[in-house]
Structures are given as C-alpha cells and as structure tokens.
C-alpha cells in the first residue's frame, strides 16, 4: 500500500491541533507538540521548541496529562517544524494472552 492510499484510510484531522508531547524512549527529553491528524497507522505532528539534535528515530506520543494514553512512533519524515510519524505496534501483547490461556486451560 502506498503512502498517498494509506493517507486516504481513516484519517482524521484536528482542525486547531491536539495538545500533546513527544519524549525520549529512555526518558532524556520531552517536547510539547500537537497533533494535526491521526490514522491507525501513523500521525502528523507538529513540534514546538527546538527539537534539532535530538534523537527521533524512536519515541514515545505522550496523549495525556499522565502519560496512560500513548503510543510508540518511528520517524518517517521531516518537513520544517512537522514531521510524520509510523506508530510501532506491539503483536507480543495480543498473542501473549491467548498464550495464558492455553497454559492455564492445560493444567
């Protein structure tokens, strides 16, 4: 699928932006931004302050005041103050029940 078809499935756009922030997976920087528009894939962020230097290979979209709703993001591009996101999902976490399950059901 390319990027102009995946841009077209279930994206919804924040017409004055989602407050929200970025940090480090190992916790060193955070920088507030807002979201511009979110799919199930991935998002547009914009970032406030300087963000020159740090790395954004990986790291954690904070989207909320505690830091319970949030998701794991790769960089896939940079334009300006904006840059593009891919979301990293974890299947671990969903086969890992049904693992459980199977286990506890045996014994």
Known sequence: ?????R??????VFER???AHMMAIDGT???PCSVEDVSDVGAKITIEGEFQGLN??????????????YRRCELSWI????????FIRNDK????PARGRAQHASA
């Open 1 to 5: 699928m390319g990027v102009a078809e």
């Open 7 to 12: 841009r077209k499935s279930g994206r919804v």
């Open 17 to 19: 932006g989602l407050k």
């Open 29 to 31: 920087w955070r920088r």
């Open 56 to 69: 954004l290979k990986e790291f954690f979209l904070l989207l909320s005041t505690t830091g319970l709703a």
């Open 79 to 86: 334009n300006g103050d904006q840059i593009g996101v891919t």
């Open 93 to 96: 976490k969903k086969r890992e």
